[in-house]
């Protein structure tokens, strides 16, 4: 799987629970009126509720998660493009070698071919 695929499917991810997060939190409840009034804020006054600052900060954290764990799958996408590549050539050395010793070479898998260096 290539990292542009991983990286991808984290953004939709983050997306979606941010999506998800903002519906839940633009929802109308059901308060009483009086109550309602007591928590108006006052003119020129920016409130925020403590759910919602406890929701950004728990997205926070699902996000640090998420970037820690595309970070290590594109060491190990790096990892497995050398092996690969490694794989690649040496197919390629034993198929040289088949072919000066007149014998058929090996067939290269195509899942292999775009690791080719050639």
């Given amino acids: 799987m290539g990292e542009s695929t991983v990286l991808g499917v984290v953004i939709a991810v983050i997306g979606l629970v941010g999506s998800v997060l903002v519906a839940r939190i633009s929802a109308p409840r059901d308060r009483p009126a009086l109550e309602r009034l007591a928590d108006e804020p006052e003119e020129g006054e920016l409130r925020v509720s403590p759910e919602i600052w406890r929701r950004f900060s728990v997205l926070e954290e699902k ?3 998420l970037t820690e764990i595309v970070e290590q799958q594109k060491e190990k996408v790096g990892a497995l493009e050398r ?10 050395r034993a198929n040289r070698r088949l ?7 090996e067939e290269i898998p195509r899942d292999l071919i775009p ?3 050639d």
């Fill in 63 to 65: 996000v640090d998660h």
């Fill in 99 to 105: 072919a000066a010793a007149h014998e058929v070479p």
């Fill in 83 to 92: 092996l690969l590549r490694m794989a690649m050539r040496i197919i390629r």
């Fill in 115 to 117: 690791y080719s260096i």
